[in-house]
């Protein structure tokens, strides 16, 4: 029997957004299988829409849940109870009853050596990994239960794949129209935001001609015409020179700052963010040694205790 595929618009997932196999943006977002479908389904006489079935069929939060969250943080926006996971056929177990709190307005750092398991929490966090054990909680709830609880969350990876024929202003301007209900001022956000990151010249090419510092000025500005509360940052610094790093941690602060952004980040390289960060956790193969806090002094003194 054939295994081909048959020919088709299938569509294809990746951290830059969805996409036809033609190029065309079909959603933004590309932060896990559960992320909102781009069109609404049309309803047919008698039978309920699909986000009314989706509602229907959402589990109550069990006795456990209920307690757990009754005594989270006043403040927590993300929390991790006990996640363990690792991944098929594999023998090595990636986060061991791992624990941690992200609280609302945070510029939070996920800090391990290479290898520790922040990139798998990451996933877990934006609903790629959900085969894990354990309960993950976004502003107070399931997002297992209800998916939309990711809707203003933002990734951006390492490495990004953006469609092929698109500009960058065109792809920011189709994420934008696609994830917002206003479309007022959007090219004069995008344009403004351009100019505060010095990229006005690049803004007509395809992104993926740009160099890696530039693709994630772009992944930023999308985040923040999408209107994002939570931006996700894997080890955001690796392939830039000091002075791109510089301004790509100055943009976080001020969008932490001044947009009250929850910044979460991943280094292994504790220099490079130990001065923007006001909490932390520390993770060591798989177990989160220390969540809580962080200034540039006790950072120091807690990395040397558990590195």
């Known amino acids: 029997m054939s295994s081909q595929i048959p020919k088709g618009n299938y569509p294809t997932r990746n951290p830059g957004g969805y996409y036809s196999n033609q190029g065309e943006m079909l959603h933004p977002r590309g932060i896990g299988h559960d992320s909102p479908s781009m069109k609404k389904p049309k309803k047919e006489k008698g039978k309920s829409s699909l986000i009314t079935l989706i509602k229907e069929k959402e589990l109550p939060l069990t006795p456990y849940e209920k307690q757990r969250i009754s005594k989270l943080p006043q403040n927590s926006l993300i929390f991790a109870d006990n996640i363990s996971f690792k991944y098929k056929n594999s023998e090595k177990i990636n986060l061991d009853r791992l624990t941690l709190n992200v609280n609302h307005g945070d510029f939070h750092g996920l800090i391990g ?17 959900t085969d894990y054990d354990g309960y993950l909680f976004i502003n107070k709830d399931n997002p297992k239960r209800v998916s939309y609880l990711r809707k203003e969350m933002s990734y951006i990876p390492d490495t990004a794949i953006f469609p092929k024929y698109v ?17 007022l001022n959007i090219k004069d956000e995008i344009d403004k935001w351009a100019r505060n990151m010095e990229i006005e010249s690049i803004m007509n090419k395809n992104p993926n001609n740009l160099s890696a510092g530039q693709q994630k000025k772009i992944l930023i500005i999308k985040a923040i015409v999408e209107r994002s509360k939570i931006l996700i940052l894997d080890e955001p610094a690796a392939n830039l020179d000091i002075e791109s790093r510089n301004k790509l941690f100055e943009i976080l602060k001020y969008l932490n700052k001044t947009q009250g952004v ?13 001065h923007y960060l006001n909490s932390a956790s520390i993770i060591k193969e798989g177990v989160c040694k220390y969540s809580g806090p962080a200034n540039t002094t006790n950072l120091i003194k807690l990395y040397e205790q558990y590195k």
Do not use: M, Q
């Not at 202003?169 to 917002?180: D, E, F, Q, V, W």
């Not at 929850?262 to 130990?274: G, R, V, Y």
């Open 113 to 129: 050596n290479n290898g520790a398991g922040k990139s798998t929490l990451i996933k877990i966090l934006c609903g790629v990994n």
């Open 262 to 274: 929850t910044i979460i980040i991943s280094s292994h390289i504790l220099d490079e963010i130990k």
């Open 167 to 183: 500009s960058c202003k065109k792809y920011l301007y189709n994420s934008a129209i696609l994830t917002r209900d206003d479309r």
